[in-house]
């Protein structure tokens, strides 16, 4: 039989994406604003603004992906840098801290397929250029700070050319969210033919010349530019020469430098034969805010021009971004606002870089082979919808992985596999097997579907899960499974391992919750499977706590479902591994609906050890399986008060993971 499809209950328990609002108008004063058009859409939460994919020009002709499919690696040198940029192969690349280049204005070359990416919102390259020579293609830059390859007295780049990152004849390459500022020459100069480019979010601060693109003849580039800040720049915000789409919109361009140039001061300029369309952009105190040669096209549409002088050119049809992809407008009057807050390097960013499976990564498990070992920041590794047969091992050596389902529901994304114990023993069995520490799974299913029906094995134990690790998280996911579907555990007996489970489905027939973590099951559903038997169906729960270890299972605001008949299933008995006398079952069952399927007497002996010697107790059940009996030892008021999920997960180092969910 399988248990993929007729037993699963639909999810529960949704996970809240966090909303920020801002304010969609500014109350700005009417003095010297100017054509304020309202948006096509307001996207105004920060969950808008996390997207790992890029939009725009970058996303057509297959997209830009980077360093997807690659290992992930950190680097806090030069060195480091400097090698896994220029590699062959795909690859990941977080820039932890600060790496100051050496000499002076060095050059990083960065080759085809890289993703480069700062930890946090603190990495950022000092004193150097990221630079892609020609052919480069796929390459992705985010959330970085480049600063200060300035020279004294080189105001206009002529003797130096330190940018902060130079690209000639490239393609796919998507530039967000970060800080370039005070650098020789460009902040960005995009060159010579280079197609597919999209620079968002980024700000651009301090400086002369901050974006220029072109410097051919031919009309081959497709750009997008959205959501950046040009704030303290002279010119090229951006002088875009010769492209054939250049496409602005929600940008924010403010304090201007002011050095009484008549010229060569100015905001957006479209060049030669190029083709613009300016969109719900925000120009503060801008000389000739946005000009055109005669020889191209600009439509402007929807900014707000406040203060502004000289030139506010527009002629010519250019061109209709929508004809090429899909996008949405801030209002123009939210934009200051927005792009303050959201452009440059973000924290949320930069503490997880996410691998998307199978779009990256073929299978779930090289994913998680890609994670750095001793892995310090989070890696989310999104799988898509569908049914993945196939084992999976979190090593202990791969800590900080959340794996996420991408679907709607916890039933759309499945990983599972049918060993029985007969083959590998019960750890041989699992599935899906978490030994390191800090892994949050979330939005997913794991199944072991072995058939005990079909057939007579002495091993008949089948693992959905096993954890050793600590501080493992499993929110709104299914254990689907037989015997033994959910082991909790730890690497040794004395060692205490947490696993806190919430708004999950969890089903099985004999010991199907068991293992000696401290476990809490937390408004979950657990489903006691019918055995076929009128007297004896199975037992919930098996224990094996270490007698040192106050807190064993806790679950609490819950509720148990059977198809077994009324007085058939044991709550639980008391497990002591290989007869292990310090292996002392601690069960706690609160403020949980059982049904009528639970025995009278719902603890039972194990392998010749009492129940009565282990620390079953139950607190405040209610529904047609809950009694007061002799045999049902119930916890006091003053004992329940030190067992809360709090008692239970906060060990030595206060944690709380129920205050993030």
């Known amino acids: 039989m399988t248990h993929l499809h007729s037993k699963r209950l639909p999810g529960i328990g949704r996970t809240l994406a966090a909303v920020m609002a801002l304010v969609a108008a500014l109350g700005l004063g009417a003095i010297g604003e100017a054509k304020a058009a309202p948006a096509a859409s307001d996207t105004t939460t920060s969950a808008a603004r996390w997207t790992d994919r890029p939009h725009g020009f970058a996303s057509?002709?297959?997209?830009?992906?980077?360093?997807?499919?690659?290992?992930?690696?950190?680097?806090?040198?030069?060195?480091?840098?400097?090698?896994?940029?220029?590699?062959?192969?795909?690859?990941?690349?977080?820039?932890?801290?600060?790496?100051?280049?050496?000499?002076?204005?060095?050059?990083?070359?960065?080759?085809?397929?890289?993703?480069?990416?700062?930890?946090?919102?603190?990495?950022?390259?000092?004193?150097?250029e990221l630079h892609l020579n020609p052919g480069t293609s796929n390459v992705i830059i985010r959330n970085l700070t480049i600063r200060d390859s300035y020279v004294e007295g080189d105001w206009d780049g002529k003797t130096t050319d330190f940018d902060a990152i130079q690209m000639d004849t490239v393609d796919h390459v998507w530039i967000d969210h970060n800080r370039l500022t005070h650098m020789g020459d460009g902040l960005l100069d995009i060159r010579k033919d280079s197609q597919y480019i999209t620079v968002s979010y980024n700000e651009f601060s301090n400086h002369n010349k901050a974006l220029g693109i072109g410097w051919t003849t031919n009309v081959q580039t497709q750009i997008t530019i959205d959501h950046n800040?040009?704030?303290?720049?002279?010119?090229?915000?951006?002088?875009?020469?010769?492209?054939?789409?250049?496409?602005?919109?929600?940008?924010?361009?403010?304090?201007?430098?002011?050095?009484?140039?008549p010229l060569w001061t100015y905001g957006s300029w479209s060049r030669g034969r190029t083709r613009m369309v300016i969109e719900n952009s925000y120009y503060d105190g801008v000389q000739h805010p946005h000009q055109a040669d005669v020889t191209a096209e600009l439509v402007e549409r929807g900014s707000i021009l406040r203060n502004t002088t000289g030139r506010h050119d527009e002629w010519?049809?250019?061109?209709?971004?929508?004809?090429?992809?899909?996008?949405?407008?801030?209002?123009?009057a939210a934009v200051p606002a927005l792009v303050t807050r959201f452009s440059g390097p973000q924290k949320p960013i930069g503490d997880s870089v996410t691998l998307h499976v199978p779009g990256d990564y073929p299978t779930v498990q090289a994913a998680v082979d890609a994670v750095p070992d001793g892995n310090a920041s989070s890696v989310t590794i999104a799988v898509a919808p569908g049914t993945y047969r196939a084992k999976v091992l979190i090593p202990a050596k791969k800590p900080n992985i959340v794996l996420q389902g991408t679907g709607q529901d916890r039933s759309d994304t499945v990983i599972v596999y049918d060993t029985p114990a007969e083959y590998g023993g019960s750890t041989g069995s699992a599935t899906v097997r978490i030994a390191a520490n800090d892994i949050t799974a979330r939005n997913l299913t794991f199944s072991n579907d072995f058939d005990e029906a079909a057939y007579e094995l002495k091993g008949e134990q089948a693992l959905a899960m096993k954890t050793t690790g600590d501080r493992i998280v499993f929110e709104n996911t299914a254990f689907l499974g037989n015997q033994d579907t959910l082991m909790t555990d730890s690497p040794r007996l004395t060692t205490v391992s947490r696993v806190y489970i919430r708004d999950s489905y969890i089903e099985g027939d004999v010991d199907f919750v068991y293992g000696r973590a401290t476990t809490v099951i937390e408004r979950s559903v657990i489903k006691a499977l019918s055995r076929g038997s009128s007297t004896n169906n199975g037992y919930i729960t098996a224990a094996s706590t270490w007698t040192g270890n106050p807190y064993g299972f806790l679950i609490t605001r819950s509720e148990v479902v059977s198809d077994a008949p009324d007085g058939s299933f044991h709550l639980g008995r008391p497990w002591h591994p290989g007869g292990e006398p310090q292996a002392v079952a601690q069960v706690l069952i609160r403020e949980t609906e059982l049904p009528a399927a639970i025995k009278s007497s719902p603890w039972t002996d194990m392998?010749?050890?009492?129940?009565?010697?282990?620390?079953?107790?139950?607190?405040?059940?209610?529904?047609?399986?809950?009694?007061?009996?002799?045999?049902?030892?119930?916890?006091?008021?003053?004992?329940?008060?030190?067992?809360?999920?709090?008692?239970?997960?906060?060990?030595?180092?206060?944690?709380?993971?129920?205050?993030?969910?």
Not at 69 to 85: F, I, M, N, R, W
């Open 229 to 261: 800040w040009f704030t303290g720049t002279k010119q090229r915000n951006p002088s875009a020469d010769n492209c054939a789409y250049a496409h602005l919109y929600n940008n924010y361009f403010s304090d201007q430098v002011d050095d009484g140039d």
């Open 60 to 128: 057509l002709a297959g997209g830009t992906t980077g360093g997807a499919g690659g290992e992930v690696v950190t680097v806090t040198d030069q060195a480091s840098l400097v090698k896994y940029a220029a590699a062959e192969e795909p690859y990941v690349i977080r820039v932890s801290g600060s790496i100051d280049a050496e000499p002076f204005g060095s050059d990083i070359v960065v080759t085809s397929n890289k993703t480069i990416i700062g930890v946090g919102d603190t990495g950022e390259i000092v004193h150097g």
């Open 607 to 661: 392998s010749g050890f009492s129940w009565k010697d282990a620390r079953f107790t139950e607190y405040q059940n209610y529904g047609p399986g809950a009694a007061v009996t002799a045999d049902r030892p119930q916890m006091s008021d003053e004992g329940a008060r030190s067992h809360t999920v709090a008692d239970y997960l906060k060990g030595t180092d206060g944690w709380m993971p129920y205050a993030r969910l």
């Open 316 to 332: 010519g049809a250019a061109f209709d971004p929508r004809e090429f992809y899909d996008y949405q407008l801030d209002p123009a």
